[in-house]
């Protein structure tokens, strides 16, 4: 799907995925799949319009959708949350755009227009996307690893500060990451991002979507160059590559 670029990812329930504008809020959107059989799509637009006596059939760009709205009230503030059930073959949409009551609902609409399902066992070109919340844990996932294994092996403080490169060589040096532990090399490219992005002006995270492959990596907005964390570091392991975290970052 498509988003306005100014929306972020919240967490919200397992299963459900929460986008809003956190410098201006106009609305939160939700939106939640579910893959069923053949025609489970068209399916759950009809089931939602003959058991939602509110809910109407309409068109939103090439989707039809089961359409309903609720009103409710919250600290003394009135709201709208806007609901479509949506369908294409055997994928189901739930959406939702809550906003303050009277706004609009234009954004929502956008983006539900803008979706699209990926067909299982086609290879699509790897593109980039704003970076998710899955990602974002990842990367505080690496920071968190990386400072603690820096503070427990080598005493010294962790700050994501160029200077810090050398502390995660040494770590590389006292040979303490076996050669199979993927995530814990991925977890110094990460880092060497993080530093990058730290240091240097320009360079945001995004979503790599590349088959079955989703991952951090870092975007040069002045030149729309990108940089991938696992190249940095573990694609030298497998290779069987010495590991010079200096001479990545310099390259990166």
């Known amino acids: ?89 055997d994928i189901a949409f739930e959406c939702s755009f809550t906003v303050s009551k009277g706004e609009p609902m234009a954004e929502a609409e956008q983006v539900i227009a803008s979706l699209k399902v990926r067909k299982l066992g086609v290879k699509y070109p790897a593109e980039l996307i704003p970076v998710r919340l899955s990602e974002i844990c990842q990367i505080n996932e690496a920071y968190e690893w990386v400072e603690k294994t820096v503070k427990d092996l080598l005493k010294k403080d962790f700050q994501g500060v160029e200077e810090d490169v050398e502390s995660m060589q040494q ?10 532990k993927k995530d814990q090399w991925l977890a110094l490219g990460i880092m060497l991002c993080v530093i990058m992005a730290n240091e240097m002006d320009g360079l945001e995270w995004r979503t790599l979507i590349d088959g079955n492959r ?29 590991v010079n975290l200096a001479e990545a970052y310099c390259n990166g």
């Open 214 to 242: 989703e991952a951090p990596v870092l975007l040069n907005t002045i030149t729309d160059q990108w940089i991938d964390p696992m190249k940095l570091v573990w694609s030298k392991v497998k290779s069987g590559e010495k």
């Open 1 to 89: 799907m498509e988003y306005p670029v100014v929306w972020s990812e919240f967490e919200d329930s397992e299963g459900s995925f929460l986008f809003y504008n956190p410098d201006e809020w106009t609305g939160n959107f939700r939106i939640s799949a579910y893959r069923g059989n053949a025609g489970y799509g068209r399916e759950s637009v009809q089931q939602e319009l003959k058991e939602n006596s509110s809910a109407v059939l309409v068109r939103v760009g090439a989707l039809e959708c089961a359409y309903s709205k609720e009103m409710f009230e919250e600290d003394g503030e009135y709201y709208t949350s806007h609901i479509w059930i949506a369908g294409v073959d």
């Open 171 to 180: 770590v590389v040096d006292r040979g303490v990451i076996g050669p199979k």
